[in-house]
């Protein structure tokens, strides 16, 4: 197996895309990153986003991970809009989770 190692400007790079991923990231918000290389096709295999208000988007769109994190952070300005309905989700879930709990009681 051939060792591989980075050279110090491809962990600068890395750590500037961190950097500015995180510096995207809203509180309570969060990445799931799959990198992958199978049969020398390599590619993030899955890219997850969480949003600041509790959603799920798997399979981000996009071409490239700079896709991706534009596509996210247009979702939270979409969110800040969308966050008393999510709001109003989330209750109608919880009611709906203690009718479940209270039935099978």
């Known amino acids: 197996m051939m060792v591989q190692t980075l050279t110090t400007k491809e962990r600068n790079t890395i ?4 950097t500015i991923m995180l ?3 809203p ?4 990445w799931l990153l799959t990198p992958r290389n ?6 993030l295999a899955s890219t997850t986003y969480f949003s600041s208000i509790g959603n799920q988007h798997s399979d981000v769109p996009g071409k490239t991970l700079a896709d991706k994190v534009a596509w996210a952070c247009k979702k939270e300005a979409s969110a800040e809009q969308d ?3 999510a709001r109003l989700l989330r209750v109608e879930r919880l009611r709906k989770e203690l009718a479940d709990l209270e039935a099978a009681a």
């Open 15 to 18: 750590n500037t895309a961190v």
């Open 27 to 30: 509180k309570g918000a969060s």
């Open 83 to 85: 966050r008393e309905s």
């Open 23 to 25: 510096s995207r990231l």
């Open 38 to 43: 199978f049969h020398g096709e390599p590619g």
